[in-house]
């Protein structure tokens, strides 16, 4: 995983009134377990905002009254209206105990099906994950280059070396699908060679019209 850090503040008193004054002060309130006993903290809004919003997944080094702290984000919640952050937990990592995250999910290269009109569905933008930190890779990658129309690639496709992906094994992440164009387009195709087809016996009638004049006359 990419490696980040973060500068938080104990709080001094834990409730709703201290946590809504925080917020008017752009910090996000949040709390570090897994390590034993949990410590309320508050963060600036804008550093963790920075983190959030990233596609990547981070492992990050809290630094927090003197002491730091190797730990992963578990779960941030936003306002309804705002979408502001107004919550935030922290996992602290444990040498030799297993983490939760969801890795970002990536494709490479370009399907055979969409050069043909298909059109890529993303069913996962992430994966949930389990295992060591130090295991944990930056993102999944899927080669989408093989993929013809119709073809996909579900969980049992992937490998995530020394950990385990917490999704069924049948699971789709990604798909090749017929589009509306690409349907029309053949539709199109199939009518002009019926046409051709049904112009074929007409063209040789006319032939045989032109060969039976003479013997009339």
């Known amino acids: 995983m990419k ?10 008193s834990v409730g709703k009134k201290d946590a809504n004054q925080l917020r008017k002060d752009n910090r996000v309130p949040g709390v570090l377990y897994g ?5 309320h903290f508050s963060v600036k809004e804008l550093d963790i905002s920075k983190l959030v919003v990233n596609p990547d997944v981070f492992r990050i080094s809290l630094e927090m009254d003197g002491a730091t702290f190797d730990c992963v984000i578990q779960e941030v919640q936003f306002h309804p209206v705002t979408d502001r952050i107004v919550h935030l937990d922290l996992l602290q990592i444990i040498p030799g105990k297993p983490v939760r995250v969801e890795l970002p999910l990536r494709t490479t290269g370009t399907a ?14 992430r994966v949930p994950v389990r295992g060591l930190a130090d295991d944990l890779p930056e993102d999944i990658v899927i080669d989408v280059t093989p ?3 119709g073809d996909n ?5 992937i490998e995530v ?16 699908k017929r589009t509306r164009a690409a349907m029309s387009a053949e539709s199109g195709e ?3 060679e019926s046409g051709d087809a049904a112009e074929a016996p007409a063209e040789g009638g006319e032939g045989g019209e032109g060969g039976d004049a003479p013997a009339a006359e």
Not at 35 to 39: L, R
Not at 112 to 125: E, H, K, N, T, Y
Not at 153 to 157: E, G, M, Q, W, Y
Request: glycine share 16%; aromatic share 2%; net charge neutral.
């Open 35 to 39: 390590g034993g006993e949990q410590k």
């Open 190 to 192: 199939e009518g002009d």
């Open 112 to 125: 055979a099906g969409v050069i043909g009109g298909g059109r890529m569905q993303m069913l996962f933008r």
């Open 153 to 157: 690639k579900r969980v049992s496709d």
């Open 161 to 176: 070396p020394n950990c385990t992906v917490l999704l069924n094994d049948s699971t789709l992440l990604v798909a090749v």
């Open 3 to 12: 490696t980040a850090s973060l500068s938080g503040s104990l709080r001094g």
């Open 147 to 149: 993929l013809e129309i």
